[in-house]
């Protein structure tokens, strides 16, 4: 696994902010709010976030996405909002949107779960300073959750794929577990070679282990006990 790294209140201005970086791979993700709900949400509140590929995260430049967001976007952006969705007990935010914005400064495998990482650990800063200030109650924080990618190349099992090792993968993998080690959100295809159960198990075994350190990690810069959500 690569070496990851979080700075907290990176950005001024948003409610709770952080620098994710996964290797090479870095993202800001930072959380706003908005007091009102979409019109679809009956009660409680709503977590949403947009993902983006800044010009120069890449080697060729990648162009702003303007008018409308391609494919590929809108899925990373599905899967970060359902995963974090999953952290929070949305009807202790009542009438309140959190909406994370996920930028890509640098891209090198990855930049889908550094985002959910990052986002998580802003959903949690966010959660406990709507406490501090009194805005609701009780911290709706009740599930921490981490997200890492992984595949078999030449037959080995690789956590955490940077550019290189993603793009000769037989088989490319992203899983979003919870702090217990449930399954929130799995995306997977075999590239090259179909992948046998035994390869399967060893994968999924292994990313739940990365991501386990992966929380700790980030409850630890956040000054959250490991026996304690909140």
Not at 39 to 57: D, M
């Amino acid at each position: 696994m690569r070496e990851h790294s979080f700075v907290t209140n990176y950005l001024k201005n948003p409610y709770s902010s952080v620098l994710s970086v996964s290797g090479n791979t870095k993202v800001i993700t930072a959380l706003s709010l908005d007091m009102k709900v979409p019109p679809h949400v009956k009660s409680g509140g709503w977590l949403t976030a947009e993902y983006s590929l800044l010009p120069g995260s890449t080697n060729v430049r990648s162009a702003r996405e303007r008018t409308k967001i391609s494919g590929r976007t809108a899925e990373i952006q599905r899967l970060i909002g359902r995963s974090l969705r999953m952290a929070i007990d949305l009807e202790k935010i009542p009438g309140i949107t959190m909406l994370i914005d996920c930028d890509v400064m640098e891209a090198d495998g990855g930049t889908r779960t550094a985002s959910v990482n990052g986002g998580m650990l802003a959903v949690a800063l966010a959660c406990r300073k709507l406490v501090e200030e009194g805005v609701v109650p009780e911290n709706p924080l009740k599930n921490w959750i981490g997200a890492i990618s992984g595949g078999v190349i030449d037959g080995e099992v690789v956590i955490d794929l940077d550019y290189e090792k993603d793009s000769r993968a037989d088989t490319d993998f992203n899983f979003v577990f919870s702090e217990n080690g449930n399954i929130i959100e799995l995306q997977g295809t075999a590239e090259r070679v179909p992948l046998d159960d035994d390869k399967f198990f060893e994968l999924l075994n292994k990313s739940r282990e990365s991501v386990k350190e992966i929380i700790d990690g980030m409850k630890s810069i956040a000054g959250f006990t490991n026996d304690h959500c909140c």
